[in-house]
């Protein structure tokens, strides 16, 4: 049904997860990470991450429902083969991704950055990134302590750059920010 594919999962990035069925055709119910939501259907192929390994898929047929986005992927025909597809990861390989203007960065290339804040002309190491979340009103990173950081204290830091964020070095894998330590 699904091609097998050897790929390192550094390479691969998750943009979508298949969350249940859609009927007994075979339609699966296709959660979106991308914006706009109808990006993840730009990619080709996708990569299922299964737990018996990633494969490779294709979108056969796509709609809009309601209750969000349906597809059908190519050899998934009955409800059957679909139900064992629920629930995984959907992925692609990064080099897909588009190229972004030079102050614009994809939420993984953030992630694992070392956070740096210049603060009343003290500068302490806060941690590093492990995710970042969208919030409505901005992008919010999760700083988490390690063995370099001032003290053990997860942070929440407002992604709102010039504000917050002065600086994003992705050579030097810092991030510098103007973020008081005490919050």
């Not at 992927?73 to 203007?101: F, H, T, W």
């Not at 302490?124 to 053990?152: C, F, H």
């Amino acid at each position: 049904m699904f091609t097998p594919v050897e790929a390192k999962k550094s390479n691969l990035i998750t943009v979508g997860r298949i969350t249940g069925v859609f009927g007994i055709k075979g339609w699966v119910k296709l959660k979106s990470f991308t914006d706009p939501q109808d990006n993840v259907l730009e990619y080709s192929p996708l990569l299922l991450k299964t737990k018996h390994g990633v494969k490779e898929c294709e979108i056969a047929e796509y709609q809009f429902r309601p209750q969000g986005l349906v597809v059908r992927l190519k050899g998934v025909d009955d409800r059957n083969a679909a139900e064992a597809l629920a629930p995984v990861d959907v992925a692609i390989d990064k080099s897909l991704l588009p190229e972004l203007d030079d102050d614009d960065f994809y939420w993984h290339q953030l992630e694992g950055l070392r956070v740096v804040t210049i603060y009343e002309g003290n500068t302490q190491d806060l941690g590093v990134v492990s995710k970042v979340m969208a919030t409505g009103a901005n992008d919010v990173l999760e700083v988490k302590p390690d063995a370099q950081s001032i003290d053990d204290r997860d942070r929440l830091v407002p992604y709102v750059l010039d504000l917050y964020v002065k600086k994003v070095d992705l050579s030097a894998e810092c991030i510098t920010v103007d973020w008081d330590p005490e919050f």
